[in-house]
Structure formats: C-alpha cells, structure tokens
C-alpha cells in the first residue's frame, strides 16, 4: 500500500455514485423501452435484449476485472471502466440504428463490470470490518435510490427529450467522477500483487458465460438447447481447469471449503433471478395494457427501490450486530408474499394493489441485499477482496439475466414474435402471471440455500 492514504468518506462518496449512476442507466432506459421500440421498430423479443446486451457483458468480465484488480490494482480498473461508461454514453445517443445501440450497450457492460468488480473490494479495503456492514449498506441503497429515481427522472427526461437523454445525463455524471479519482483518489489497492493473471481460464470463463447465456436467452428453440448445454460443458472444463493452475482466475477452493460464501452467494444469484424482471414486466403492463404515460408508470414503478433504498442502509446496519443469515432469509420471505400478490394480476388490478405488492418486495429485497452482501465479503481474506466483489456482481448480473429470459421466454410461448399491444393484452397478462409464479417458487429455494450457510466468521478479511 501506498503511504496516500485516501479518505473513507470519499471513497464511500465515489462509490455510491457510481452505483447510483450504473443502476439509475439501466432502470430509466427500461421506462423508455416502448419509444426505443417504436423508433427502431422492434418486436418485444428484441426489446429486452438491450438490458441483457449490457448484462451479457457485465457477466463475461467481472469476474476477470475483478481478479485482474487483485492483481494491477483496483484503483487502475476502476479508473477505466469509468472511461469506459463515459464514452459509451456520449456515443450511445448518436446510433442510427439499433445494432450500434446494442453495441455500445455491450461494451458499456464492459466498463461496468470494471465498476462493479472493484467498487465494494475498495469500500471493503478501506472500512474496518465493524463498519463494513454499514458502509455496504449505504452503498447497496445508493444502488436503489438510482433505481427509484430512475422511472420517474428516466419517464419524465423521455417523454421531454427523449431517450437520447438518459445517455446525455450520464455521460455528464461520468466526467464529474473520473475527474474527483484523478484528483483526490491517489491510493492504489493491490493485495494479489505478484500473483500471474490466468489468461486460459479467463477465455473459458468468458466463453462459458456467453454461449449459456446466450442459448438460455433464446429457449425453447432446438439451437439455444444445443448452446445451452454447450455453455454448461464449457464451465465444467473450467471447473477442471481453476483446479490444477497455480493461480486461478476464481479459485474453487473458495467454494469447496468456505459454505458461506458458496451459500451465500447463491442465495443472491436466486434473489435476482426472481425479482429483476417485475419492474420490465410492469413497465409494459401499465403502459401497454393500462395505457400510463412512460412518466406515470415510472412513478408508480418508483414504490420497490424506494423501500430497497430505505431498507438497505437499515439492514446493513444491523448485520454488522447479528446473524446475516437470519436477516436474509426473512427478507427473501417477505419477498415471496409480495411475488404471490402479483400473480394474480390482470386487466382490472387496481394501482393501489400493484403498488402494495412493490413496497413488500422493496422491503424484502432491503432486508435480503445488504447482509447477504456483508457476510460474502466478511467470509474472505484480503487478497480475494476483488473476487469477492466480482462475484458478488456476477451473481446479481447472472441472476439478473435469467430472470430476463425467464420473463422473455414466457411471453415468447404467448405471445410468439408478435408486437406487445392492447389486441394481445390477455396473453401478456397470462405470460405475466406465470412468470410471477416461477420467480415464487425460486425464492423458497432461495430461502433454503440462505438458511443453510453456517455463521460468518469474523477472522477475516480487514485484519
């Protein structure tokens, strides 16, 4: 370490900006999805592949920023995946056509990644492991608050400007904060130092990731079952790869002998798998079968990362003093019974009820986020900080993904490749249903891996 010491508020500050902005681009650009859509012309199938473009990518490289973080420095990474966002984002608004948007959206997954993989090892370098919790935990609600700024600003910038907007601000936000780490950041943290990067395992990595997702993305077609499995193959010969090089890109001995981070991450990888797509699923339902404005639906929208934002620093909090485990598992179950009222919705379901149901999963979603955060990188030693981080982004990115093509792929069985309209409203709200039914049933196995864990223990990292 570098004798510069950098102040843990400023870091804190940075942080939770940047995971303001990250999480406040991709909500406002799910409210003005449908103006996409009309502009480019484009079929519901095609519409949800601009959130998972951007989450394809952010998947592919966290996990090797993270470790390469480790290893160069995760003030270096951090730096340029913020470039990284800012260029996308200036450049995102000039696309003619919607193969460039994709395009810039996959590579600003890119310099997410780079974001998200280093962000919470630099808060977990930085605090103490007594105010670890809480400094995830602010950093975990910024993450909410831009997700429940981001439909109303996001609905209101789209229906005055534009979605071109959304990019502008952004990019603007960007510039502010690669300016205050070139000026006020000067520590860097590298405790895998003289480690070797694995290059052969970062390619498998990267190429298990894409091909499953990619097929799981475009199920029930005969080529995305061949892919599917393709990718599930691949990770097994990465498996068996991590486990006889010196210095693995994610060492399986992390999952083998540490239970809680295993269980604990994949207790967050079912928790986003079973709650990333209701905002994407409601957002088309209260403007195509209720017929809101973007601005009106965003509003309404705002009701989970509202209690997610308000919850999440609370929670924090608390896991620093009890079990995260316990905390966990009551939020995953106060998930489900605001999932529950949901799929039971239809063309005649009240506002008020969907709002209701929103502000329980927020709740439950606060109280599942930050513990569960907290106990995956309590349950660590300081040189896989970075790893940590990443997977816990990885995790949520992953989840994020099925619950994507979970939700695609039930309209698709509904609705085919027609367009989202109000002719086929009733097979958009069977779809609906039963993807409200699944993330349900997702979240009790969620419960059971939250519960099985095991306790944290407080030897590790920060000493």
């Given amino acids: 370490m570098e004798k510069r010491e950098t102040s843990k508020s400023l870091v804190l500050a940075l942080m939770m ?8 681009m991709a909500a406002a650009l799910n409210i003005s999805l449908p103006q996409i859509a009309g502009e480019f012309s484009l079929t519901a199938s095609n519409i949800s592949w601009l959130a998972m473009s951007f989450l394809l990518s952010s998947a592919m490289f ?12 995760r003030r270096k990474v951090f730096l340029l995946g913020n470039i990284i966002f800012a260029i ?7 696309s003619g056509n919607f193969a460039t948007l994709l395009t810039l959206r996959f590579i600003q997954g890119i310099g997410s990644a780079m974001i998200f993989g280093t962000g919470m090892a630099i808060v977990a370098s930085v605090f103490p492991p007594n105010e670890r919790g809480k400094a995830i935990g602010i950093n975990v609600s910024a993450v909410y608050l831009g997700l429940t700024l981001a ?4 609905g209101y910038m789209t229906q005055l400007f534009g979605w071109r907007s959304i990019f502008v601000l952004n990019a603007g936000a960007s510039i502010i904060i690669i300016a205050t780490i070139f000026v006020k950041m000067k520590q860097e943290w590298a405790d895998a130092r003289h480690e070797a990067f694995d290059v052969t395992g970062t390619i498998i990595y990267m190429s298990a990731i894409f091909t499953l997702m990619f097929g799981f993305s475009q199920l029930p077609k005969p080529f995305a079952i061949v892919l ?5 193959t691949l990770f097994y010969a990465f498996v068996r790869w991590e486990l006889k090089v010196k210095n693995p890109v994610l060492s399986m001995h992390l999952f083998a002998t540490n239970r809680v981070f295993l269980m604990s991450n994949i207790a ?4 986003y798998a079973a709650t990333f797509a209701i905002t994407f699923i409601l957002s088309l339902y209260l403007q195509y079968v209720k017929g809101f404005s973007p601005r009106d639906a965003g509003l309404i929208l705002v009701t989970q990362p509202l209690f997610m934002a308000t919850v999440a620093s609370f929670a924090g909090k608390l896991s620093d003093r009890y079990e995260s485990r316990t905390l966990s598992s009551i939020g995953m179950l106060i998930i489900i019974i605001g999932l529950a009222s949901l ?7 009240s506002i008020f009820v969907i709002m209701v149901s929103l502000f329980i999963v927020g709740v439950g979603f606060g109280f599942f986020s930050s513990p569960n955060t907290n106990a995956i990188m309590g349950s660590v030693e300081k040189r896989f900080l970075g790893v940590a981080s990443a997977m816990t982004g990885t995790m949520r990115i992953i989840g994020q993904m099925f619950s994507m093509a979970i939700a695609t792929m039930c309209i698709h069985m509904m609705l085919g490749n027609a367009k989202i309209c109000h002719k086929n409203a009733p097979q958009f709200i069977s779809s609906s249903r039963m993807i409200f039914v699944i ?3 997702l979240c009790a196995f969620g419960i059971l891996a939250s519960l099985t864990r095991g306790k944290v223990g407080k030897h590790h990292a920060g000493h």
């Fill in 17 to 24: 900006s940047t995971s303001f902005f990250n999480s406040f």
């Fill in 62 to 73: 966290l996990v090797p920023v993270g470790k390469l973080s480790d290893i160069v420095g």
């Fill in 88 to 94: 996308t984002s200036m450049l995102s608004p000039f």
């Fill in 151 to 154: 439909p109303a600003i996001g």
């Fill in 228 to 232: 599917t499995l393709a990718g599930l």
């Fill in 268 to 271: 967050a990888l079912i928790n």
């Fill in 343 to 349: 799929a039971f919705i239809d063309k005649n379901t």
């Fill in 439 to 441: 993330f349900c049933i």
